[in-house]
């Protein structure tokens, strides 16, 4: 009866769900966003705050100028935009006085800007002549050093000022990347560092080394988790050399990163501006935390992730998540401040072992609900951090003179699960390494690239998208590049096995990690590759509509032992996630074939990929794939010859609920009433395994990072 009645209030409300969906419209001269800073240290700070708000399409169109009014900031739009052209997301620079523990909203609205022209704080120009900042490592007890070499000023505005500076340490096959920024009138500086082995023609596997030390010369640095990463630091003064020890002895393999990042203090007791104690204070303060502020529009705003679809919190969060917002907080806290190890997996993303079986933290179609749905801003370090686990993957390849491998410059470069495909045929193109190759098993810090099947990417988007992080966006740059690099067409590469589509959750998740992706970096290549992609490769391998007949799933297997062992099979579970992902790339690109290819695979997985009825509801681990496509024969469901389904229904069953519910969007619009019924029943019982933990505080839960629409 409960399940029926679900039903009936699905079927009755759908309508509306989806038109409320659709009329995400702009909101002209009258928009407003208020965004939340929050100081959670016992220490008054003034300092300038960052906050990414999302503009609804058609709201910021050339002329147009936002920001805060009576306050110091600027809105400096990034990544990808809306097809009008118009701004999708843009970073608030915010000058903000917040007492101790206090949090403020201020109002983003449409008007006039004219910013004060750019200076440097009167600590920070007394330092400037002698700053400089040095990476050093030792090499077998020989040091080996560089210094800053500007690479451009990537960023000049009345407000900040963002100097990238890279170079070869010296002797070795690494390579740093250091990203400073600085803001008008503010003493302290964030900086990105981040170090990368690998070399195009180098002969080395590894970069061996006994320590390595990031040494400020005028300006003492906070860095983000040197509590947890063991960092040693013996002086904090500005005024002279400010040594961190950031690694003792490891060893880097071929591709792999470290970054850190924080901020720099300049400070100059022989300076006193007339307002020294409030610039002190803002430096004590920053000592316990950065200060991040959080949109609260991006539910209304349509922009959140692909879909444009920010789920509501579970019913028994009635407070919108705000104390489970702050209870995370403080537990990341605890856990950043107790003492972890060089390389170790951070709890949130991929396991170091990307193709690790079953569920990781990083699967969904969007993550990080928790921090855009409460709209509490405490969750953004706690994001950043987690992030930058990314970088330790094997996979990030630099020219000789430092920059990035890019799949353009070599053609002939072919990569799988990152690392350079094991066949010479299919990659000719070695990098100039020693052959035969070296892989990274075992001598990589327990890190391996991310396989077709496991590609997923969602929390390194989503703290870029919360941070504007520069860092983070060359991980994203370099993921795009392993997307050209791997993911290849028969138009531009000729017969490659790359071609091939492996599977559905193969097709999904990179499709959606890269759906992700260009709204961050908004690359027109990538576009074009995952266009491409489908046409090219999707379609003409898509197994039913090769062979017709009823069942037309996506791929078909050979018979295995793990799922159906006497004959050939399709696995329901992954076309689900092959329809997220597709359905994200219709979404974004508007590319037609696309979204054919979402709907044929959806409508199959509803059809015939699930069983339902009164007792039970569960879509298929792998279904008898019958000849010509033919449907399974009468009692099938109960026999494993035939059918394997999951031992327990939650995770199965919610990893496809983003693809039941859209397959219910496109049914109704195509009139297909038998799909609908059938997909409004799935989703109904899928919606009935969603329940509170039995213990515990009150939480988010699982089903939050695949609700869609």
Known sequence: MRLCTSIALLAASTTALL?????LAPQGSGFTAQVRFSNDTPIRRKQWGLATVPFPQGEWTS????????????LVPFGARWPDGSVRFAQLALLVDLPAFQEQVFQVESLTTNPAPFAYSPWVQSRLANFNCDVQV????????????QLAVVEDTPVRKT??????????????????????????????????????????????????????RGAAPIVRGRFRENLFQPTFDPSSANPVVLLGPTSFFDGQAYEWFGDLVFW?????????ALRRETIASSLFAPLYGIALNWRSSGAFGPFGYLPQPPAWLTDNGREAAIRHWQSFQTWSSTSGRIWEDRPMGLLPYAASTGTQHDFG????????ASGMPQGIEEARYMAGEESHRPVHYREADGSPLRAANHPNFVTRAGRVHWNSSVSPDRLGKPQPEVTPTGRANGWTGKDEEHWSSLTLASSYLLTRSWSLLAELDNEAELYLTSQTVPSLHGNQPTNGIDNGRAVGRSMLSMSWNWLCTGRADLLDRMRRRVDECVIPQHYGMRVGGVVRPLSVKGPDPRSIGSGENWS??????????????????????ASMIAWEIGRNLVMHGWKVDFDETLVGYALRYMPGGAPLPPGANNSTEYARWPSSPEAFNIWCLPATR???????????????????????????????????????????GWDLL
Do not use: C
């Open 572 to 593: 329901p579970w992954e076309e689900g996630i092959a329809v997220s992902g597709l359905g994200a790339f219709a979404q974004i690109s508007n590319h037609p074939n």
């Open 662 to 704: 859209l397959t219910l969007l496109w049914a109704q619009q195509r009139g297909d009433t038998a799909t609908a019924q059938r997909a409004l029943w799935i989703e109904a019982a899928t919606e009935a395994l969603r329940r509170p933990a039995r213990s515990g505080p009150l939480d988010w839960d699982q089903f939050a």
């Open 19 to 23: 038109d409320s969906v659709r009329a």
């Open 138 to 149: 030792s090499v077998g007890g020989v040091i080996r050093s560089a210094s800053l070499r």
């Open 63 to 74: 002329g147009r100028s936002y920001g805060v009014r009576n306050q110091s900031g600027e």
């Open 365 to 372: 179609v969007h993550k990080l609900v928790e921090v855009f």
């Open 163 to 216: 100097t990238h500076y890279r170079d070869r340490i010296p002797g070795t096959q690494l390579v740093y990347d250091l990203w400073l920024t600085f803001f008008t009138g503010q003493d302290l500086a964030q900086f990105e560092l981040r170090v990368t082995s690998q070399m195009v023609g180098g002969q080395a596997w590894t970069d061996d080394i006994d320590w390595m030390v990031f040494m400020p």
């Open 268 to 276: 100059n007791g022989n300076v006193q501006p007339t307002d020294a």
